[in-house]
C-alpha cells in the first residue's frame, strides 16, 4: 500500500463538512504582543470548549490556531457522540481510588449533556440525530454486551434479526440501540462553538501558529508576528502540535483515519443498508464507523493507520471496506474522501495535566474517541483555571506514558501492537 502525507494545506480538508459548513470562518492573524488571562492553544473541539467555559465564567480568553478553526481531527472526524471515554476507568482505579473511578465514570456522561445543552442554549445549526448502534461480528463481542447491559438500562439489546430493523447487514451477529448517544456535523458544531466563544469575549486568531512556549509565572506564547502573555497557556493542539513541546510529543502518536462520503441514497438504497438514522461502530479495535449526512448520504470511516500517513489509495480502500458492510453500494458513487489525525495515548485514556509545576496545561489523547470528551476538558480546564482543580487533578494523576521506543521506534511498535489487534479482531 503507497502512502502520502497529508495536511500539507491550511484550508480544510476536501471533506463533506468543509462543503457544508455554515460559513467559512475568517478570523485574523494574531499581529501584536497582547495579553490575556488564558491563552489557549490550537481551535479544534478542546481549545474551543475550554473558550465557551472560560468566557463564560468571565475570564478573557485567546484563542491561537495555525489554519482554521476546526481544521484539525474536530472537523474532520466521524462525527459521532459516544459517551465515556476510550478506555473502562475501573483500570485506574489503584491511582485514582474508587472516589476517582466514580467520577470518571459521571464524566462519561456529563460530556454528552455538555453537547446537547449547548447546542440547545446557543441554537447552534449543526444537524444533531439521536441514536447509536454497536455492533458485533464475534460472539464475544455479544458477550461483552450482555455484561454491560445488565449495568446500563440506557443499553437496549438486539439480536440478529432485531439490528437489521437499524443497520441492515447480513455481518453482523447483533448489537445494542441507545438513544442517548448520537451524531452531529462536527466542523458547524466546532465553529458555532466558537462564535459563541467570541459573542462571551474571546478573541480568536486563525493562521496563528504558535512556534514558542515561555514557561514561568506568566507564561507566553509566540507567534510568527505576535505574542500572548497570559496567566495560563492550554495546550489543545492534540495530534497536529509536532514537536512544539516536547513532553507531549513523546506521549501523543500521531494515527491516521479515513472517511468516505457517497452521493445521497435513494429510500430503496437507505431500506437496504441504514434504516433508521443511527450512528453505528462496530466493536473491533481497528473498526469501520459510519452514519447519514443530514442529505442522506454515508458516511463511512475506519482505516486507521499508525504510521501518520494516508493510504495513497484510501478511497477505494474505504469503497471495499464498505462494501464488505453494505454489498448494494458497491459501485455507488464517493463524491467525498478524506482523513484526520487523532491523538492516541499509551493507555488509551485522554491526557489532560499540567506542563511540570507550571501554568502550562495540556489536554490531548483522545485515541479516536473525542467529540463528547473533548467536551468534558473544556469544562475541566476552566475549572482549574478557576481554582476548582477537583476533577482535573484526577485526570492529571493517571500517568500520561511516554510511548516506548521513542521518536524512531514508537510507530513501528504501534504498528505491531495493532497488527496483534487486526489478527484478534479476525479471529
Ligand atoms: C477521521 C477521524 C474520525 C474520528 N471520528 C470520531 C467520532 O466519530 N467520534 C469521536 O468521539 N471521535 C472521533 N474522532 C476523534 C476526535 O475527532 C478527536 O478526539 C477530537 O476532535 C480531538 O479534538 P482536539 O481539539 O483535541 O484536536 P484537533 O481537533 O486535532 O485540534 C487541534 C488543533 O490545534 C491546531 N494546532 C496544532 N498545533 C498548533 C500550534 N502550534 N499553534 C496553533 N494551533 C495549533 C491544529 O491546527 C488543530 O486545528 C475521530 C478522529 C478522526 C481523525
Redesign the pocket.
Known amino acids: 500500500m503507497f502512502l502520502k502525507f497529508s495536511d500539507d494545506t491550511k484550508q480544510h480538508a476536501p471533506s463533506y463538512y468543509a462543503a457544508t459548513a455554515n460559513w467559512q470562518t475568517d478570523y485574523p492573524e494574531l499581529e501584536e504582543a497582547i495579553e490575556a488571562d488564558v491563552a489557549i ?8 470548549a475550554t473558550a465557551v467555559e472560560l468566557s463564560e465564567r468571565g475570564y478573557k480568553v485567546v484563542l ?19 459517551g465515556g471515554y476510550g478506555q473502562n476507568p475501573g483500570a485506574f482505579r489503584s491511582t485514582i481510588g474508587s472516589e476517582g473511578v466514580d467520577i470518571v465514570e459521571g464524566m462519561g456522561v456529563e460530556c454528552v449533556d455538555i453537547i446537547r445543552q449547548r447546542i440547545e442554549k446557543y441554537n447552534i445549526n449543526c444537524d444533531l440525530k439521536w441514536g447509536y448502534c454497536e455492533v458485533g461480528l464475534k460472539k464475544r463481542h455479544l458477550k461483552a454486551y450482555q455484561q454491560w447491559a445488565e449495568a446500563d438500562p440506557a443499553m437496549h439489546l438486539l439480536d440478529r434479526d432485531k439490528i437489521k430493523e437499524y443497520v441492515n447487514s447480513e455481518l453482523y451477529l447483533g448489537g445494542y440501540y441507545r438513544e442517548d448517544w448520537g451524531h452531529i456535523q ?1 466542523l458547524n458544531l466546532c465553529i458555532g462553538e466558537a462564535k459563541v466563544a467570541q459573542s462571551l469575549g474571546a478573541k480568536i486568531f486563525e493562521n ?4 514558542n512556549v515561555t514557561y514561568g509565572e506568566s507564561p507566553v506564547v509566540t ?1 510568527e508576528k505576535g505574542s500572548v502573555k497570559a496567566g495560563h497557556v492550554i495546550l ?7 514537536k ?1 513541546v516536547p513532553y507531549l510529543d513523546a506521549r501523543v502518536l500521531p494515527a ?4 468516505i462520503g457517497t452521493e445521497p441514497l435513494s429510500n430503496e438504497q437507505l431500506q437496504q443498508t441504514m434504516a433508521r438514522d443511527v ?1 453505528v461502530c462496530d466493536s473491533r479495535t481497528a473498526l469501520d ?1 459510519y452514519r447519514l449526512s443530514a442529505d442522506k448520504r454515508l458516511l463511512f ?1 475506519g482505516l486507521s493507520n499508525y504510521s501518520g500517513l494516508e493510504p495513497a489509495n484510501a478511497k477505494a480502500v474505504m469503497r471495499a471496506k464498505m462494501a464488505k458492510v453494505f454489498p448494494s453500494l458497491k459501485n455507488i458513487k464517493i463524491d467525498y474522501s478524506w ?5 492516541i495515548s499509551v493507555r488509551r485514556m485522554p491526557q489532560i495535566g499540567r506542563i511540570k509545576n507550571s501554568n502550562v496545561l495540556y ?2 489523547g ?9 467536551h468534558m ?1 473544556g469544562r475541566l480546564l476552566a475549572e482549574a483555571v478557576d481554582g476548582d482543580t477537583h476533577r482535573f487533578d484526577i485526570m492529571n494523576k493517571m500517568f500520561h506514558l511516554p510511548w516506548p521506543g521513542g521518536k524512531l521506534l514508537r510507530r513501528p511498535a504501534m504498528a505491531a501492537g495493532m497488527m496483534f489487534y487486526k489478527i484478534r479482531d479476525a479471529l
Request: charged letters at 10%.
Open positions: 492553544v490550537g481551535g479544534g473541539f478542546s481549545g474551543v491561537l490556531e495555525s489554519n482554521r478553526i476546526g481544521w484539525g481531527a474536530s472537523g474532520r472526524n466521524g462525527g459521532q457522540i459516544i462536527p496563528s501558529k504558535v512556534t507567534t489543545c493542539g492534540n495530534a497536529y502540535m509536532d512544539l491516521t483515519s479515513c472517511i450512528a464507523y470511516g482523513s484526520g489525525r487523532m491523538g489536554a490531548s483522545y485515541s479516536g474517541h473525542g467529540v463528547a470528551p473533548t476538558t
